[in-house]
Nanobody, 121 residues
């Protein structure tokens, strides 16, 4: 089992920045969190992947956030981060941290409870 807890959400004005954090509680030497990602869910819609990082550091981003968002991980502390800059009102959503043993699919086994990000005009 991998327990994920997000923090750092909140309200910000358009053009502002937020940094999300995700603390993963993982059994020692476990490979269950080799792949970690951030997803977001808009009201009334399904989740979409925002960014992903593999164990070897390979990062991928949704086209809509490239150049503005940065995903990073601290393996020693089992933490995942998402630096979000130049935020837009339409990016108001519930943001989730996710983890899985591999990055082959977007069907992640472990999810956080989600954290609200609100971007106002």
């Amino acid at each position: 089992q991998v327990n994920l807890v997000e923090s750092g959400g909140g309200s910000v004005q358009a053009g502002g920045s937020l940094r999300l954090s995700c603390q993963a509680s993982v059994p020692r030497f476990s490979s269950r969190s080799r792949c970690m990602a951030w997803f977001r869910q808009f009201p009334g819609k399904g989740r979409e992947k925002v960014a992903r990082v593999d164990w070897n550091g390979t990062k991928t981003y949704a086209d809509s956030v490239k150049g503005r968002f940065t995903i990073s991980r601290d393996g020693a502390e089992n933490k995942l981060y998402l630096q979000m800059d130049c935020l837009k009102p339409e990016e108001t959503a519930l943001y989730y941290c996710a983890a899985d043993a591999g990055c082959e699919t977007d069907d992640f086994a472990f999810w956080g409870q989600g954290i609200q990000v609100t971007v106002s005009l």
